[in-house]
């Protein structure tokens, strides 16, 4: 049904487009708005069949365990690396980030969606908040390390491990 829906949103505008295109001048509205109601029909339905599947249990349980290991997974990558980042050379830094969190944060992200239906939009709000202002500091040691900047490289793992620290523990603090 969900595909059914987009298909219909995209014929719809389609012939939107085309019913548009056929005069430079008028609007043959006759036609027109019967096509835009399918469109937005196709709209509402597509959203609700998403919003459905979004709130299934296998789904939410399944996300809700890659939610947590990959929050753990960064964590203790983190730790390490926080531990021992005073011994890779700066430079080297991005590329020891791409190979520790690159997946752990894609899978978080794509995951993260079903914590609104698991622990509410405050919780989410709550673990999103901290999880991003984490993820930005990765970000950020990754350009000061392209950049040479070793201050700031060391300073922000430790800021990163604090974020995504205050992160686990409002997902446990949501989870109970």
């Known amino acids: 049904m ?61 996300n809700k365990q890659v939610l947590m290991d990959s929050l753990n997974n960064i964590l203790e990558n983190l730790e390490s690396l926080n531990g021992r980042k005073d011994k890779i050379p700066t430079y080297e830094m991005r590329f020891e980030i791409d190979k520790l969190f690159r997946d752990d944060l894609m899978n978080f992200a794509d995951a993260r969606d079903s914590m609104k239906h698991l622990f509410g939009i405050q919780a989410f709000a709550d673990i999103m908040s901290s999880f991003a202002a984490g993820e930005r500091y990765i970000n950020r040691v990754w350009s000061a390390s392209t950049d040479g900047y070793v201050d700031e490289v060391m300073m922000y793992v430790e800021k990163s491990l604090a974020q995504f620290q205050h992160a686990k523990e409002e997902f446990e603090a949501a989870s109970s």
């Open 2 to 62: 969900k595909n059914i829906a987009f298909i219909l949103v995209i014929l719809s505008f389609l012939a939107g487009a085309f019913l548009a295109s056929l005069d430079e001048r008028a609007m043959n509205w006759t036609y027109f708005i019967p096509v835009m109601l399918v469109g937005f029909v196709g709209a509402f339905i597509y959203k609700k069949e998403a919003s459905a599947a979004a709130k299934r249990g296998d789904l939410l349980q399944n």
